[in-house]
């Protein structure tokens, strides 16, 4: 089992940053493949950052591209979200997943693992 816990959440103006931490214990060494997902109320589930370290790919979400930075300090068995030039539709509950057994690195129902979330509200 795997347990993950986020925090880093919280309210922010337009254009300000945030830095989500999601730090993961349990059977989490063998972990290579972990994201970031979030969601609206009444949205469904989206990935926004996924990261590959076998390979060292990441992947990104078309609407956070250039804003948001995904990494994983293995030392700490923590990952990392960076927001910066945060905007009102960024507003969600952010999750972070773990153990990706689908092909697809950014689909929800890819991912073994979920934390219970942190919540990002921006404010125009």
């Known amino acids: 089992q795997v347990q993950l816990v986020e925090s880093g959440g919280g309210s922010v103006q337009a254009g300000g940053t945030l830095r989500l931490s999601c730090v993961g214990s349990?059977?989490?060494?063998?972990?290579?493949?972990m994201a970031w997902f979030r969601q609206a109320p009444g949205e469904e589930r989206e990935g926004v950052a996924a990261?590959?370290?076998?390979?060292?790919?990441?992947w990104y979400a078309d609407s956070v591209k250039g804003r948001f930075t995904i990494s994983r300090e293995n030392g700490k068995n923590t990952l990392y979200l960076q927001m910066n030039s945060l905007k009102p539709d960024d507003t969600a509950m952010y999750y972070c997943a773990a153990f990706r057994t689908g092909s697809l690195p950014l689909l929800p129902t890819s991912y073994k693992y979920w934390g219970q979330g942190t919540q990002v509200t921006v404010s125009s």
């Open positions: 990261i590959y370290l076998g390979s060292g790919t990441i």
């Open positions: 349990g059977s989490y060494d063998g972990i290579v493949s």
